[in-house]
């Protein structure tokens, strides 16, 4: 069961990874994605959201000044940090910023169950539903705006190379059917007690040569599929991806404004020696960055906050952000 699992162990289950040693030009192959952090316009409707349609549950929350920041989750993993931000022009969907956050669970059952939940909120807005070969994924938009991928991955065996790639597709998937396969009482019964983390975030950025500088170049995530017309896939460790960025809504777009929508992307890797590698990268492109100990800081061209950080991180770590 997930609640007898460490975050970490969770992540191994899900993603396949294994550690891996430091390097000077890539993230190590250990590195998975962590908690995404939203600035939101109505805190109640928005957790209940995420708690309704998506089985989470809210682990806890603190006041700061006028923001309210309350993090969400399955178990004791955190998944989302709300933060309440009066005042904030609502989510553009032409600026740079998020795509969506994919959420990504372990098997069929807990994928048909978590979209089956969103379905049923009449909050949500179903977007659509694709086989990609490496996954099968189901896509949704929350009550402000922010995009949302749920999505379970095939076994690393059965992926493909295509033309020196990863062979990723976009083909229809009935959701229908796919409910009707898999949807079972009691996984749908046992709602946050099944496991799931953030598998990957995908961005809208304004220019793809620059995301790949920042994005691949500077924090080192290895491209995987380039061949996506205005997109841009990467990752560590051979994951189909951790990170995406895309031009379909946002060519051209410059620094973001304050507004609602995404606050922080969180990255994981497994030791410090890995923070000072990323260190050394950011220094050597003259990069702005933070070193808080356990993590480092940065934005990317648009102004989208980067996190990478060490293991472990609680719900403590990110209210204290």
């Known amino acids: ?85 009066p005042g904030l022009p609502g989510v553009d969907p032409r600026e740079a910023g998020l795509f969506h956050t994919a959420f990504l669970f372990e098997d069929q059952a807990s994928l048909a169950a978590t979209a089956y939940r969103a379905s049923q909120d009449s909050r949500s807005k179903f977007v659509g539903s694709s086989d990609h070969h490496v996954s099968e994924a189901f896509y949704f938009t929350d009550p402000e705006g922010n995009g949302i991928e749920l999505y379970r991955d095939r076994p690393r065996d059965q992926w493909e190379q295509k033309n020196g790639e990863l062979r990723m597709e976009t083909l229809y998937l009935d959701p229908h059917a796919f409910l009707k396969s898999h949807l079972d009482q009691q996984v749908l019964d046992a709602g946050p007690d099944r ?6 975030v995908h961005l809208q950025v304004g220019d793809i040569a620059v995301a790949k500088d920042f994005y691949i170049d500077t924090l080192g995530f290895e491209a995987t599929v380039t061949g996506y017309p205005g ?11 951790h990170v995406a960025m895309n031009t379909w809504n946002s060519p051209g777009a410059g620094p973001r404004a304050a507004r609602l929508g995404l606050g922080d992307v969180s990255v994981t890797v497994p030791g410090r020696e890995d923070l000072d590698a990323l260190i050394e990268r950011l220094r050597l492109k003259g990069a702005k960055f933070q070193d808080h100990g356990n993590r480092v800081t940065a934005s990317d061209p648009w102004g989208t906050h980067v996190s990478v950080g060490l293991p472990g991180t609680k719900t403590e770590d990110l209210l204290s952000r």
């Open 231 to 241: 997109a841009l896939f990467a990752a560590a460790g051979g994951y189909h991806h």
């Open 1 to 85: 069961m997930f609640d007898s699992q460490s975050k970490s162990e969770a992540r191994a289950k899900l993603t396949g990874d294994e550690a891996g040693a430091a390097n000077e030009r890539y993230l190590n192959p250990a590195t998975s994605m962590d908690a995404v952090t939203l600035h939101v316009g109505n805190l109640e409707n928005m957790s209940s959201y995420y708690e309704n349609a998506l089985a989470m549950v809210a682990l806890e929350e603190r006041s700061r000044g006028a923001e309210v920041h309350r993090v969400l989750g399955r178990g004791t993993t955190p998944l989302v940090r709300l933060v309440h931000t």
């Open 195 to 200: 496991a799931g983390i953030v598998g990957h």
